[in-house]
């Protein structure tokens, strides 16, 4: 199922799985990790929601993720 399949399907944690599966498949491939080497950790900072990646191959944060680029990442 892809997010628009899980929007229109009314499945709410369909769309947050399927977000969430995007967001890991795109860090893995940009980081040459499999998807157990690293987490992605949100934070609640005010009103705004950010998204870290920590990886526990090099035992590190590798980086954040703003909203522009989590937007781009799923609608890639």
């Known amino acids: 199922m892809n997010i628009l399949g ?3 399907s ?17 860090e893995a491939k940009l980081f040459n990790h499999l998807d157990d080497e690293f987490d992605v950790i949100l934070r609640k900072e005010g009103g ?5 990646i920590y990886s526990h191959k090099e ?10 680029e989590a937007e781009k990442i799923l609608t890639s």
């Open 6 to 8: 899980a929007i229109f």
């Open 10 to 26: 009314g499945s709410y944690i369909g769309v947050v799985k399927e977000y969430i599966d995007k967001i890991f498949k795109h």
């Open 48 to 52: 705004i929601i950010k998204m870290k």
């Open 59 to 68: 035992k590190k944060w590798l980086r954040d993720i703003e909203d522009e």
